[in-house]
């Protein structure tokens, strides 16, 4: 019998709340979670912040001079997860159950930190945890640690498409015999060296109104805004769910991902690529273009790359393409790289749960959208069954997700996670 | 089912870029370890390195490539440049769509992070770094996944593509997930490999801190020494091999050079510690048995074992006791060797560089030896191919990697 893979729990560490009920009563409030940000020298002016945050309530203070806030954004949405989903590892085979996580850039306050202190002062002022806190496993090793998790273990840097591909990979874990598995993404990089390096690819928005610095596929859209935090889940194979009693928020159906080969910088304008990654996706969940209910896209929010998305979605939907509606609600938060795919999934699995499709901010479909239906107040469509999460990373990176409802619950089972959200 | 064949193999290792280098160096067991030379090592307590004697644009590549990508990044486009022309895969030979790229690496564009930071900071002064002072290109060294763009873009693969960074189980993780790639029928060929290019301040300072690396610096050629009594930590290196990854019934099928298949492939992460090590190594030995699992093949046949053999006290004692419980008395028999005696360990990229080393092994039919091993460790008391290379003919190789953050891993590789 094929093994499925379930949502049943979810953590959100992010600029929208800390926690899974917060996190979706902020997005059906519908305002930004952006925030004015100063950035130095750099041109930009906002950034989407994760507000509220208190290491020590998730991380002890013995682990916290040895890791990086990424890491600590991973822990804690890790544990919030696991606290949601219910499950309890005692008693299963730890070999079975795994940790992925994808990251884009580390450790970026910790590596500045020590790499100063080297600099600065010297190689014996360098900490002895330099070695564990800043590199891109650092957040899987810990979790793993934590949580005694010893199955197959993964990190993925894919720029923005590696949280989508981090969920990819744990379909593809459950399908080969895990259990389960404690997947998603978080970035912290709002930090002076990173906003330098990200300064660099000349796509940071300079608005400085939060509510109008990042509009995806608007005609004179001029950049997008940074965030931090993220978002981890558990994805259980449905026996054990189903043995729980739960039923969970979603399913995952099916992933793919391909690469423009174009250009190192930008994306392929013409998005076939990128419309092959979700065809496959579809493919593989046993499903076509035909079934696509909603559409979480990536949204870069410069012209070039939001054309190139624009015309993906016509090569995948074709005249559906102006009537399918489109979920933008990363324009509250701004884009997270690796916290993106695992957001994204979070925000559709909530979808997929309550029918409702979460609203974009400082969309103006007046001023033009590139033909795209997007979603501006939280809907509820007719059909809501199916729902694709795209997301892209810089170089040509292309991924698709599909999820489907939870499957249908045996009599008595439990909606969703534990807080009932 | 489909099976997973190396059709091709590129190197740029220690010494002499080139995989013939590289496999010359395995067979005459000779180090490559030094004096560092590529940056002033003179206030670190390890000052030895396993060194690339490496020139990009004798290597073939252009100016502007070189431009844009760090050290490790261009290791990765001319080992993949060597391995897909080894493999007989010209450009048009290539079905674009069926083709995946899937590279590791532990700490990215770490040296050229490095050289920016000392400008934009003005040698570590301001905490508010001046992005004036920044070269070009600084977002694909503030995501390292950028090289696997490079090499998508260069061969035209438009597959699955991804950079894996586990660590120091990287290289063997991403040979693993390449196989997996083409074994769900997701590519036909995927460039596969490891890469790493950290001989700068802030790696040795960071291992030098934990007291990982070896202090053994006034005999550089000795000072790589796993298994030996003597040993005192890893000597760090640098490097990358690229593995052309191909469905086995298409590469027949074309007539294509095998040089062995992917038999199995397995990971495990030991939750243990993020540097620590136990000494029964219970998880490394488990992705070990599930490896030999997936590859079908019982510890009596596996002709041959890469270790992981870092160097470290710990790490080849938990090491040693991993194939003891893995292995059962056939770890008596069977051939253990690590070649970062030669080598050294390049983080991310030196799984990659084994696993290369193993497919050679199978098709040249010459074991390499573990170099400087010559006080035995009583505790390490199996048969690690002292001094000098061992011809044999083996049909199954067992290669493993053990990395911070407690990954374990290990691949099989058969003769066909």
Known sequence: MERRAIITGIGVVAPTGIGVREHWEATLEGRTRITPFDAGGVPLRAAGRVDGFRPRDHVKNRLMIQTDKWTWFALAAGRLALDDSGFDPAGRDPYGISVVTASASGGNEFGQREIQALWAKGPEEVSAYQSIGWFYAASTGQLSIRHAFKGHCGVVVADGAGGLDAMGQSLRLLRRGGEAVLVGGTEAPLTPYALVCQADLGRLSPGADPERAYRPFAPDADGYVPGEGGAMMLVEEAASARGRGVRGYAEILGHAATHDAHHHERAAPDGRQYARAAELALERAGLGPEDVDAVFADGAGDPDSDRAEAAALARLLGERASAVPVALPKTMVGRLYSGAGALDTAWAALALHHGVLPPAVGTDPDAGTRGLRIVTEPTAPERLRTVLVLARGAGGFNSALVLGRAPADEEGAEEGGRFNV | ?416
């Not at chain 2, 760090?70 to 290791?75: L, P, S, T």
């Not at chain 2, 036909?188 to 053994?216: H, K, L, Q």
């Not at chain 2, 490896?291 to 009596?300: H, I, Q, T, W, Y």
């Open chain 2, 1 to 416: 089912m489909r099976r997973i064949a190396v059709t091709g193999i590129g190197a740029v290792a220690p010494g002499e870029p080139g995989r013939e280098r590289f496999w010359d160096r395995m067979v005459e067991g000779r180090p490559a370890t030094r004096g560092v030379t590529l940056f002033d090592a003179s206030q670190m307590r390890s000052r030895v390195a396993a060194e690339c004697d490496f020139d990009p644009i004798a290597c073939g590549l252009t100016p502007q490539e070189v431009r844009r990508n760090d050290r490790f990044g261009q290791f990765a486009l001319v080992a993949s440049a060597e391995a897909l022309d080894d493999a007989g895969l010209g450009r048009d030979d290539l079905d674009g769509e069926r083709t995946g790229v899937c590279l590791g690496s532990a700490v990215g564009a770490t040296m050229r992070l490095e050289e920016e930071y000392v400008a934009v900071s003005d040698g570590g002064r301001h905490w508010e770094v001046d992005g004036s002072y920044a070269g070009p290109f600084m977002y694909p060294v503030f995501v390292p996944s950028s090289i696997v763009s490079e090499v998508a873009v260069k061969f035209g693969a438009n597959g699955p593509a991804s950079l894996v960074s586990t660590g120091c189980t990287s290289g063997i993780d991403a040979v693993g997930q390449g196989a997996r790639m083409i074994a769900d029928g997701e590519a036909d060929v995927v460039i596969a490999g490891g890469t790493e290019s950290p001989i700068s301040p802030i790696s040795y300072a960071c291992f030098d801190a934990i007291r990982a690396t070896t202090p053994a610096n006034d005999r550089p050629a000795e000072a790589s020494r796993p298994f030996d009594a003597d040993r005192q930590g890893f000597v760090m290196g640098e490097g990358c091999a690229v593995l052309v990854l191909e469905d086995l019934d298409r590469a027949r099928a074309r007539g294509a050079h095998v040089y062995c298949t992917v038999a199995g492939y397995a990971s495990r992460a030991n939750a243990y510690h993020m540097t620590g090590l136990h000494p029964d190594g219970v998880e490394l030995a488990e992705a070990v048995a599930r490896a030999m699992d997936e590859a079908r093949v019982d510890p009596g046949d596996i002709g041959y074992v890469n270790a992981h053999g870092s160097g470290t006290v710990q790490n080849d004692r938990h090491e040693t006791g991993a194939y003891k419980r893995a292995l059962g008395p056939a770890a008596y028999d069977v051939p253990v060797s690590s070649i970062k005696s030669m080598i050294g360990h390049s983080l991310g990229a030196i799984g990659a560089l084994e696993t290369a080393a193993c497919a050679l092994a199978i098709d040249r039919g010459v074991l390499p030896p573990t170099a400087n091993l010559t006080t035995p460790d009583p505790e390490c008391d199996l048969d690690y191919i002292p001094g000098e290379a061992r011809e044999a003919r083996v049909g199954h190789v067992l290669s493993a990697g053990s990395g911070f953050g407690g990954f374990q891993s290990a691949v099989v590789l058969s003769r066909t």
